[in-house]
């Protein structure tokens, strides 16, 4: 079901901008313990729908986000994949990182890597960036695991300033793609 509002597409995904319809299933996907294992916490309601309003304010101001993702063939919402600006100072911040969240439904079909190398062309080419990060905790290896695949290369290992000491989430790696531009 191809609509107009897509931003990005791949051969099976459609990348756009947040719609009210995106907000049930958003809430529903931030409540999954599976999901958000290598979160510090779940999402409260209220907490997935700030989300969802912060992501569409920097799409307004920067022309990407972190994209509502849908299956083009049924229409059907699956989460998120997109670019996103980080300002939290770190060795590698700040900059412009990519970001994905799935339904369970959907894991295991290359939705996430084929969803994140599209993004990773428009950094590039659409969006002129000069340089994509990439953050996960250490223990999360099918999120670096995406990182490789799309070519993205470790950059080093730091403790993320947004997570409280004592969470076992605090060490994170941090990957990245540096676009070398030429000179017009
Ligand atoms: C991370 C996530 C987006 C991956 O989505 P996905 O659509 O299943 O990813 P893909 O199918 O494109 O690729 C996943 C790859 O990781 C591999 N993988 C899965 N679990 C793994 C693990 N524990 N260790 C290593 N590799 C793993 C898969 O085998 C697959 O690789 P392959 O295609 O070479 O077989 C999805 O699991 C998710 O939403 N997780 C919860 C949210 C999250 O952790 N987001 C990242 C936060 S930084």
Redesign the pocket.
């Known amino acids: 079901m191809l609509n107009n509002n897509y931003i990005l597409t791949t051969p099976r995904l459609g990348l756009r901008n947040w719609l009210p319809s995106d907000e049930t299933p958003f809430i529903e996907m931030c409540q999954d313990r599976e999901?958000?294992?290598?979160f510090p916490s779940l999402l409260s309601a209220e907490e997935s729908l700030a989300l969802i309003e912060r992501l569409k304010a920097h799409h307004k101001k920067h022309g990407f986000t972190y994209f509502a993702v849908d299956v083009l063939e049924t229409g059907e919402f699956i989460?998120f994949c997109g670019l996103a600006v980080q300002a939290w100072q770190s060795e590698f911040t700040p900059g412009v990182d990519m970001?994905?969240?799935?339904k369970k439904s959907?894991?295991?079909?290359?939705?996430?890597?084929?969803a994140a190398k599209t993004c990773l062309h428009a950094a590039e080419h659409t969006f002129d960036l000069q340089e994509v990060l990439?953050?996960?905790?250490d223990l999360?290896?099918?999120?670096?695991?995406?990182m490789k695949?799309i070519g993205l290369e470790f950059a080093g290992t730091f403790q993320h300033p947004k997570i409280a000491n004592d969470n076992r989430f605090k060490t994170c790696v941090a990957y990245k793609k540096t676009f070398f531009k030429t000179e017009g």
Do not use: C, D, I
């Not at 999901?35 to 290598?38: E, L, S």
């Not at 970001?99 to 799935?102: T, V």
């Open positions: 999901v958000m294992r290598y989460g970001g994905w969240r799935l959907a894991w295991g079909k290359g939705y996430a890597t084929e990439a953050f996960t905790p999360n290896l099918s999120s670096q695991h995406v695949k």
